[in-house]
């Protein structure tokens, strides 16, 4: 087990993620693949992005994104407010 990348990913999952770079890698939507910005808000379920082609809000249930060039995170496994998503244990597999 390489528990050096488990504690990577988590340091992800674990931080705030405004003002952060995200890049969607996988959508259930075509029209997400490759979509880059900046983090403006978290909720529970959306991911408000700033682009260059103006805001867009993202589901978390339908794709899958790295911020800052992290490793790949499903969004639908981070579907928490924020604020329980920093605090809460983890169990990566």
Not at 4 to 16: D, H, I, L
Not at 46 to 74: A, H, P
């Amino acid at each position: 087990m390489d528990t050096q990348w488990r504690c990577a990913k988590m340091e992800v999952v674990r931080m705030p993620w405004l003002a952060k770079n995200l890049h969607v890698v996988e959508s259930t939507d075509s029209t997400l693949l490759g979509l880059e910005g900046t983090v403006v808000n978290e909720t529970r379920n959306m991911i408000l992005v700033r682009t260059t082609k103006g805001d867009k809000m993202l589901s978390k249930s339908i794709i899958r994104f790295t911020i800052d060039d992290s490793e790949i995170i499903d969004g639908q496994g981070v579907q928490q407010r924020p604020e329980n998503r920093i605090h809460m244990n983890w169990r990566m597999n």
